[in-house]
């Protein structure tokens, strides 16, 4: 079914991807409407309306489907039972199943080996012996991550060693959880492509991204050497993914480029940081492709903007290096309006075109 222009897009979760995706909606005419547990944030700036709850009220988020036409994500963390819930009363976009799979660390892994793609080396782990034994199974180094609620590198404990099982599991909080081989890889990319309601299927070219602490700190386009010879094989296992999910919207799917091919390593099903760059970088940001996706409105071109792009994160109190990047005439400077500039946090992020 199509939103036209004038509908109330709702939004759960209040931070800066719902903020560019409020200002793509505004762009396209329509309003926005969020819903997060934070009395404010970067997202609640710049739309209508927005509702403070928390994300297991399943009588707060009925209130707020009956308050919007459709339902998209920037937080896919939201437990299952009251996303049924929201899922009754107003059409949500992605699909809650494609959040199950993507909220689980395990599923995803089970779910992208169905389908033919290469995860790395992985154990389901419950208890300390449980991991002692994958830790046998799989050797190390590998990296034990917990199923649930990880991102940016937290919940997760690297063995060195066998003799680290006991210090890892405590470090995650015995929480149930998965050990995976750590990855020789050579460089990262990801996957940033968006379904829309009629199964059209687009993807912009892949960046090559580079972390720092677990965190994004850079993407640049076009990646080149091993990347590039590894892309087409990861979107078509992003669009396997896409279609056996029926998903609608932008999904990002992070790889590792090793020697023996792409190994895929997560799914976020939303717009993602890897993605910041084609605000300015592609013809078609993925905010906008994710918010025409949502209102059942035709994708717009995935192509590049320039020949080459580059996006560094402002991370923390790199913010305060704002007066220096507006003094480059060609930075494209974004920040996400937030007060505080802890460590780790993403404040803002600069992307540049080049020639
Ligand atoms: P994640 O939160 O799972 O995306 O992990 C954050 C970062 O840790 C990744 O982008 C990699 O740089 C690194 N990492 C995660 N899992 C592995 C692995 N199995 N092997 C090697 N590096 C990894």
Redesign the pocket.
Known sequence: MTMPPGATIGILGGGQLGRMLAMAAAQLGYRVHIYSPEGSGPATEVSAEWTQGRYDDGEALAAFADAVDVVTFEFENVPAEPLRRLAERAPVHPRPAALAVAQD?LAEKEFVARLGGTP?PFRAVDTLAALEQAVAAIGAP??L?TRRF???????ARIAAAGDCAAAWAAIGGAPAVL??????ER?FSVLAVRGADGAFEAWDVPE?R?VD???AASTVPAGGRIAAQADAAATLARWIADELDYVGVLAC?F?ATDAGP?F??MAPRVHNSGHWTIEGAVTSQFENHIRAICGLPLGATTLAAPAIEMRNLIGEQVNDWPTILADPAAHLHLYGKREARPGRKMGHVTWLGL
């Not at 995976?180 to 890889?185: A, D, S, W």
């Open positions: 660390r790395a590998a990296i991550k990880g991102y940016d590198g937290k919940g997760q995976e081989g750590f990855v020789p890889f990262e991204n972390h677990g965190i994004l992070e590792f190994v390593n997560e």
